[in-house]
Antibody, heavy 119, light 106 residues
Framework: EVQLVQSGAEVKKPGESLKISCKAS????????IGWVRQMPGKGLEWMGV????????RYSPSFQGQVTISADKSITTAYLHWSSLQASDTAMYYC????????????WGQGTLVTVSS | DIQMTQSPSSLSASVGDTITIICRAS??????LNWYQQKTGKAPKLLIY???NLQSGVPSRFSGSGSGTDFTLTISSLQPEDFATYYC?????????FGGGTKVEI
């Protein structure tokens, strides 16, 4: 059974760094892209970027390029989303999801990680 | 970026109704269009990929059609578990973009 299990909710202050994780199981981790999707409170879905754990090839949405870093550790089948300096506007739910390259659709999703940034 | 516009933004319906949600792309995307369902407090779920292909396990009352810039998601005989928000997503090019969502309420 394919599962993506994300790390727990975080409360941070502006300027702090943060790395959230997405642990994959039930499939070949290195053969599928994993993406990150943001959902701000009460809003829609925004694609942030994807990584191919097989070779760490990473693609970002222009809106998020330079704002976050996506990485993966294939030895522990885990993908990460990292901020070096959080802002209040980063407050959102973040989902990881497995991407099927043929149709560029997200067929399995993590449960989400709520990030709250507040002074 | 390709802009995806959904209409309506919300609709009210009853169990047993047939409803249609429209998704319009700002430029042609062939059939590179996917649909997701999101229930309150839950992660999105893939319903339909490549315009009209039902994801495994999704009931046949869900169907999709369209091409180019105009697409529809139809839910026949609405069931209580179908009340949720629905999003379209274009997979034609980078960045992947989603529609604003359509909330289906009782």
């Amino acid at each position: 059974e394919v599962q993506l299990v994300q790390s727990g909710a975080e409360v941070k202050k502006p300027g702090e760094s943060l790395k959230i994780s997405c642990k994959a199981s039930g499939y070949s981790f290195t053969n599928y892209w994993i993406g990150w999707v943001r959902q701000m409170p009460g809003k829609g879905l925004e694609w942030m970027g994807v990584i191919y754990p097989g070779d760490s090839d990473t693609r970002y949405s222009p809106s998020f390029q330079g704002q976050v870093t996506i990485s993966a550790d294939k030895s522990i089948t885990t993908a990460y989303l990292h901020w070096s300096s959080l802002q209040a506007s980063d407050t959102a739910m973040y989902y990881c999801a497995r991407l099927r390259w043929l149709h560029l659709d997200f067929d399995y999703w993590g449960q989400g990680t709520l990030v709250t940034v507040s002074s | 970026d390709i802009q995806m516009t959904q209409s309506p933004s919300s609709l009210s319906a009853s169990v047993g109704d047939t409803i249609t949600i429209i998704c319009r792309a700002s430029q042609t995307i062939s059939t590179y269009l996917n649909w997701y369902q999101q229930k309150t407090g839950k992660a999105p779920k893939l319903l339909i990929y490549a315009t009209s292909n039902l994801q495994s396990g999704v009931p046949s009352r869900f169907s999709g059609s369209g091409s180019g810039t105009d697409f529809t998601l139809t839910i026949s005989s609405l069931q209580p578990e179908d009340f949720a928000t629905y999003y379209c997503q274009q997979s034609y090019n980078n960045p992947l973009t989603f529609g604003g969502g359509t909330k289906v309420e009782i």
